[in-house]
């Protein structure tokens, strides 16, 4: 099993895992169709399924053109709303592509459908793998669009957190330097965290990913896996978990947050000049 890791729109990433003895892949939300088939075409492999984390438009919106390019092809996920669905999975639910296995996993609260998929190949050496869309983050967790604190703790401690330590995580977007850079406020003397952020802003600056990373890792240097350590209480003023949790997202929803951005039409419309005449001086 080869994971290609696809980089797309601002920071997101899509991926195909590739099955390497029948040449045969699946691709994880699939959100820009040519770029997709630029790396089908270039690992010659024949694209089986999509497998959709939820229904936002960045991890979704590439679903109806490759259905009508690809005929045959199989759409996963949990959520009515996401486009060219023909297979709606259920939590815990198996699928087998060739050697590849793939568990459902149902992890409601950054939208109410949300899926992450937990994959591996019987008797390989190599570890398993989570695909987590923006329910887990490298160093960071999903917003609480659509659901509540209770729901995320359950998804990171019950269902994602239970997996096997060196799962590979691979998350729905390149977020990790302010991921590491709020966790370093959470925990100022945690030196795992200063070191992951050093290394995740030469990542950066060298416009390469950083994921995957493990979930071993994570439980080292991400805060909504650390809920119970003093810092994060001393942080957050609380010893509850689920409230830990539910500050700790307040707290980061409002940490650097960043300047309004144009939608892209508009920034086009400024690149044309057309909004020129209304910028000149008088």
Not at 127 to 154: H, I, N, R
Not at 186 to 194: F, G, L, M, Q, R
Not at 222 to 244: D, I
Not at 248 to 261: T, Y
Request: charged residues 30%; negative net charge; proline residues 5%.
């Amino acid at each position: 099993m080869k994971v290609k890791v696809i980089s797309v729109l601002e920071d997101n990433y899509m991926y195909l895992v590739i099955e390497e003895s029948t040449r045969d892949a699946i691709a994880v939300d699939a959100a820009v169709p040519k770029r997709l088939l630029e790396i089908i075409r270039k690992e010659d492999v024949v694209l089986r399924a999509i497998l959709t984390t939820h229904h936002h438009w960045d991890h979704a919106r590439g679903n109806e053109e490759l259905v009508r390019l690809c005929p045959g092809l199989q759409v996963y996920g949990a959520d009515e709303r996401i486009g060219a669905l023909t297979h709606k999975v259920t939590h815990n639910q198996e699928l087998l592509f060739g050697a590849i296995h793939v568990r459902c996993l149902f992890t409601p609260c950054h939208t109410s459908g949300h899926m992450c998929y937990f994959m591996w190949e019987d008797g390989s050496p190599d570890a398993p793998a989570l695909f987590s869309g923006d329910t887990l983050f490298v160093g960071g967790c999903g917003k609480f669009f659509e659901g509540t604190a209770e729901q995320m703790y359950t998804n990171l401690t019950q269902i994602l957190g239970a997996l096997p330590k060196d799962t590979k995580v691979f998350c729905g977007h390149e977020c990790t330097v302010r991921n590491l850079k709020f966790a370093l406020k959470v925990e100022p003397e945690n030196e795992i965290v200063k070191k992951k952020l050093s290394w995740a802003k030469q990542r950066d600056d060298e416009d390469l990913p950083t994921v995957p990373s493990t979930l071993h890792e994570e439980f080292l240097y991400n805060p909504f896996l650390r809920l119970t350590e003093e810092a994060l209480q001393k942080f957050t003023g609380k010893t509850e978990p689920v409230e830990v949790l539910r500050r700790l997202r307040s707290e980061k929803d409002n940490f650097k947050k960043p300047k309004e951005r144009l939608n892209p039409q508009a920034m086009l419309a400024f690149d044309w000049g057309f909004f020129s005449p209304f910028l000149e001086k008088k």
